[in-house]
């Protein structure tokens, strides 16, 4: 049960990966809870509690990232190169897509 | 489409669908020329069928091909079918430029609707079936070898992508015979495509060919770039990878992210067209502008996914046949990796007169003009790889040297377009359709052929003929010259892209010019086709079983021509960029190794010939809204993956013993045979042993 | 060439199982390219529900007039501990070379995610019988589009489960039948991703706009 150092030197335990998963649940759980109850009792004004609602989904997915899927600075870097890669193409492709879109709406109008 | 609410065994299916039973019924010389089409495919494959009977090959083509998951032999394959399309493709071609030279205030041979379809798979197939398959054929085929591997890391999903592809090809050649294509375009932009403007199969056809592909493509993708990174020989840093690999990984990137828009826009389409959706409608808060966003969010991608690999055939041929090692390495990773980000950065210059403000346009006009920078830093470096290089024009090489000149000349007309304002005056205009083919053509095809000549070789075990290869490569030049260089005069006189008829006497001239460098154009194909019959004619006298013929520079090179199923008795430890050239300059080449190992390879799998023809009948399915077979044929794919994936026994193990007498008999022979000079390497002295200049 | 601890994304193995550790390493990778090419079609999904939601509605109802909180609350939370639960299940699978709790742990899994997509039916048959169908309008167009791929993945992810476990069973537990449950892992958790943005980004912000 208790590990000995791996390829890189880090210790395993059972203990620490337990803890990753419930740290990272109770995470999600309050984070979640905080979006909902925002809406659920229209707590602050409208366009805050949107930006309130955007920075708790950002934050859980890095929850998630580091707590579920155990990416973080210490992994291969060619796994950090193919997620931060993937975080620009979204961000370019969302992103442009948003903004022509609108842009042609509003000439529409 | 009728209302019936009866169920139908074939769905929308019947017999005034096959296209001689509505030739026999509409008896006009459109149809006449549709109805000769579906024959001469339907004669083709009688006449393949025929001949496998008579040589008995039945055995061999399943045993020791439609089976094999060897990434070589899925390389060659991807290229067979990329031929079989691109010789209905320059037909279609050669079709349009014909009728269109004699459509001038006529109404030509070609009916509208014909018409319509002639262009639509023209473009459909050449990018789908002949271009991608072609790069993806190449790269599977070089790349392991390059990086001292001895497979991709996943050979059974590349052969099931092999088959995806092949399904796709296989519906674009159904639909010759039964029923009819889209006339949308290759881009088959809504609301025309729509259910209400375009309530025929034609569409669908398009949309299912098109998905079955471009999943395809998304695996291919995944695949090399998991081989790269993961697959390489001790020592084979990234950046001692050859430029082939590295345009291999960029373009596996590109493919990953590009093709999910294209599944997104057909699949809206699709569920646009048979579920009453509101993705692209005119009512009801569609929005078909978002089609046209979509769809290049793919589309800019994909020309790069095209024209990547055809750049790193250039750099491997240039620096072969100069002589020479490749100018700039460094410099030509990080333009090949600025073109890969920067493809994403430009999508919208493909509708720039859609209706966004000038900002929007001006940002992506900004970016487009900025990704010629990296090519033109690509295009010095191969200059100056050339430059006190000691020069051979083979085939391949000038192949090579007319890219330079007619790709740049292309490229300038790109950054003539990058500009909104100069674009709203020529978009869609015939000065478009000669800019993309000015790139596709020199770029892609040029590339795919120079590749094609300079690892024949080394995958069949003999040279092709220079003489006709040099044949084909003049008329493929001057062909391209005659073909779309009236097009660029004729876009700027106001002629449009996609039509049927003209009524300006001042085009007649250019036109006729355009079709006799058609002919050229498919003449050049045809003396490839007659070089390959001579050259297999002669393959005993054109043998270079050491295995280098042209004093290659990298690692796949250093095997026998053919090379065994594994590549290498035993993988290379690499010490240097250009690791063959080093190991034969450090008299480290064609040394015995000190010991063999076993060696295990992945076993022949029904699988992916099984999921290609399930793939088929799904996609034909669809098209005819034939539902209960398309129910069963889904779940036969998905059977076949979960039922494969209770296989345990899918590898078998070469024995040492066998690896070392196959190795060591063919390293007797290299080291028997004589060195060939330069001088001699177009003779049959040339047995594969090349004379390695200081 | 590699330093890191972590050779993949997902729980590793290390030194608890060195073979599998190995032979992970170019597996899950290939499946991470997987998910990131997934990512980039919810993406897409997302973007177009984005301008849809806003210019789409046409003469159809708006989001606040369809959407139920509580029904996405709870299943939000049966996916959340369905993810709690598959990490439980990735800790048998590594620390417990035999025993009872990793087939537990992926059998509680797949309650709730079947819950899950339960309840989501539900949800989209009251919709529907509301007259909220995806026939009506764009944005209802690319609301089921967005949420029922994400369903349909869920769904796909229960039907391996159930593969799995089958080979759980005839196969053991080899190397091959772990790696699956890994990539299996990934992939659960990126759904439960991809649920995220869409209970804050569609739900939340529907009723809210």
């Not at chain 2, 192949?399 to 990058?418: D, R």
């Not at chain 3, 990735?90 to 009872?100: E, T, V």
Request: include cysteine; charged fraction near 10%; aromatic fraction near 14%.
């Amino acid at each position: 049960m208790n590990g000995e150092p791996t390829t890189g030197g880090a210790v395993e335990t059972y203990e620490k990966d337990f803890r990753s998963y419930c740290i990272g649940g109770a995470l999600a759980l309050v984070l979640t809870a905080i979006a909902f109850a925002l809406v659920a009792f229209e707590i602050l004004p409208v366009f805050e509690r949107l930006v309130a609602i955007a920075l708790l989904a950002v934050v859980q997915i890095v929850v998630h990232f580091r707590y579920f899927l155990h990416i973080s600075w210490h992994s291969h870097r060619d796994d950090l190169q193919l997620v931060l890669f993937t975080s620009l193409i979204l961000f370019l492709m969302v992103g442009g897509t948003i903004w022509i879109l609108f842009n042609l709406h509003s000439r529409m109008m | 489409m009728s209302a019936e609410s009866s169920f139908s065994l074939l769905g929308n299916l019947g017999a005034q669908d096959i296209s001689f039973v509505h030739a026999y019924e509409n008896p006009v010389m459109s149809e006449f020329i549709a109805a000769s089409a579906g024959g001469f495919m339907v004669v083709g494959a009688v006449i393949v069928i025929a001949l496998l009977s008579y040589y008995r090959g039945w055995r061999s083509l399943w045993f020791d091909w439609l089976t094999s998951v060897d990434h070589k032999k899925v390389g060659i394959m991807y290229i067979v079918v990329a031929f079989v399309m691109l010789a209905r493709a320059i037909i279609e071609a050669v079709l349009m430029r014909y009728h269109q030279s004699i459509a001038v205030n006529d109404p030509g041979i070609l009916s509208p609707d014909h018409f319509g379809q002639l262009f639509s798979t023209h473009g459909s197939i050449m990018i789908f079936f002949v271009a991608m398959p072609f790069v993806s054929g190449m790269m599977n085929y070089i790349m392991p070898q390059q990086i001292g591997a001895r497979d991709v890391s996943f050979p059974l999903l590349n052969a099931i992508s092999l088959w995806l592809t092949a399904a796709g090809a296989a519906l674009v050649m159904i639909s010759l015979v039964v029923g009819q294509f889209s006339t949308g375009g290759w881009t088959a932009y809504p609301p025309y495509t729509s259910i209400e403007f375009s309530p025929g199969e034609g569409v669908d056809y398009w949309i299912w060919s098109i998905s079955l592909t471009s999943i395809g493509s998304t695996l291919t993708g995944l695949n090399f770039a998991t081989t790269i990174y993961k697959n390489r020989a001790p020592g084979m840093t990234l950046f001692r990878m050859p430029l082939f690999c590295w345009t291999t990984l960029c373009t596996s990137i590109l493919m990953i992210f590009a093709m999910a828009p294209l599944t997104i826009a057909t699949l809206m389409l699709a569920l646009d067209r048979y579920a009453g959706f509101h993705f692209f409608t005119n009512d009801s808060g569609g929005n078909m502008m978002n089609y046209a966003n979509l769809f290049w969010l793919f589309g800019h991608p994909e020309v790069y996914i095209l024209i990547l690999p055809a750049f790193g055939v250039f750099s491997e041929v240039i620096s072969t046949f100069s002589g020479k090692v490749i100018y700039g390495y460094k410099s030509l990773v990080f333009a090949t990796m600025s073109i890969a980000v920067l493809s994403f950065t430009v999508w919208l210059h493909h509708f720039f007169t859609m209706g966004q403000g000038a900002n929007v346009n001006a940002v992506f006009g900004i970016a487009t003009m900025l990704i010629g920078v990296p090519t033109g830093v690509k295009v010095y470096d191969w200059l100056l790889t050339m430059v006190r290089g000691r020069i051979r024009l083979s085939t391949a090489m000038l192949f090579s040297i007319m890219f330079l000149v007619t790709f740049v000349l292309g490229g300038l007309t790109g950054v003539i377009l990058a500009n909104p304002p100069v674009d709203f005056a020529v978009h869609n205009s015939l000065f478009l359709v000669a800019h993309f083919h000015n790139m596709v053509i020199p770029g892609v095809l040029f590339g795919m052929i120079a590749g094609y000549q300079f690892w024949f070789p080394k995958a069949f075990g003999f040279r092709l003929s220079e003489r006709w290869g040099k044949a084909s490569f003049w008329c493929w030049s001057i062909g391209f010259y005659l073909t779309f260089m009236p097009l660029y005069a004729l876009g700027l006189m106001g002629a449009m892209r996609r039509t049927v008829e003209w009524f300006r006497p001042e085009y007649l001239g250019w036109l006729q010019v355009s079709f006799a460098g058609a002919m050229l154009l498919l003449s050049g194909f045809l003396l490839l086709a007659v070089q390959l019959i001579v050259s297999v004619r002669q393959r005993e006298q054109r043998r270079v079983p050491a295995g280098d013929p042209w004093d290659g520079r990298s690692l796949e090179w250093s095997n026998s021509a053919p090379p065994p199923e594994y590549n290498f008795a035993v993988i290379p430890q690499v010490e240097a960029r250009d690791a063959f050239s080093w190991m034969k300059e450090h008299k480290k080449a064609y040394l015995s190794p000190d010991n063999y190992e076993d060696i295990t390879v992945p076993k022949n799998s029904m699988v992916a010939p099984v999921i290609g023809v399930a793939a088929i009948v799904f996609g034909f399915a669809l098209v005819w809204h034939i539902w209960w077979l398309a129910i069963v044929s889904f779940t036969g794919i998905w059977g076949t993956v979960i039922a494969r994936s209770f296989v345990t026994e899918t590898e078998r193990v070469i024995p040492a013993s066998e690896v070392r007498a196959d190795h060591e008999a063919w390293l007797a022979r290299v080291r028997e045979a004589p060195v060939t000079p330069r001088e001699r390497e177009d003779t049959s002295d040339n047995v594969g042993r090349a004379e390695v200049l200081a | 060439m590699n330093t890191s601890p972590l050779s993949h994304p997902g729980l590793n193995l290390g030194s608890v199982d060195e073979y599998s550790h190995e032979e992970a390493e170019p597996v899950i990778f290939g499946f991470w390219i997987f998910l990131m090419a997934d990512l980039v079609l919810f993406a897409l999904l997302f973007a177009t529900y984005a301008t849809m939601s806003v210019q789409g509605q046409a003469d159809g109802p708006s989001p606040a007039d369809i959407f139920d909180l509580s029904s996405a609350f709870i299943g939000t939370m049966l996916l959340l501990a369905s993810s709690i639960t598959f990490g439980m299940a990735s800790l048998a699978l590594k620390y417990r070379a035999d025993g009872p709790h990793l087939v537990l742990w992926l059998v509680l899994t797949f309650i709730l995610g079947a819950g899950f997509i339960g309840m989501e039916l539900r949800d989209f048959m009251t919709m529907i019988a509301q007259g909220a169908v995806p026939q009506l309008s764009g944005f209802l167009s690319s609301f089921y589009l967005l949420v029922a791929t994400h369903g349909i993945h869920v769904t796909a992810g229960l039907i391996w489960m159930i593969v799995l476990l089958i080979q759980l069973r005839v196969m053991g537990r080899t190397t091959t039948v772990k790696l699956r449950i890994m990539r299996l892992a990934l992939f659960w958790h990126m759904l439960d991703i991809v649920w995220v943005c869409i209970f804050s980004f569609v739900y939340l912000y529907g009723v809210t706009l």
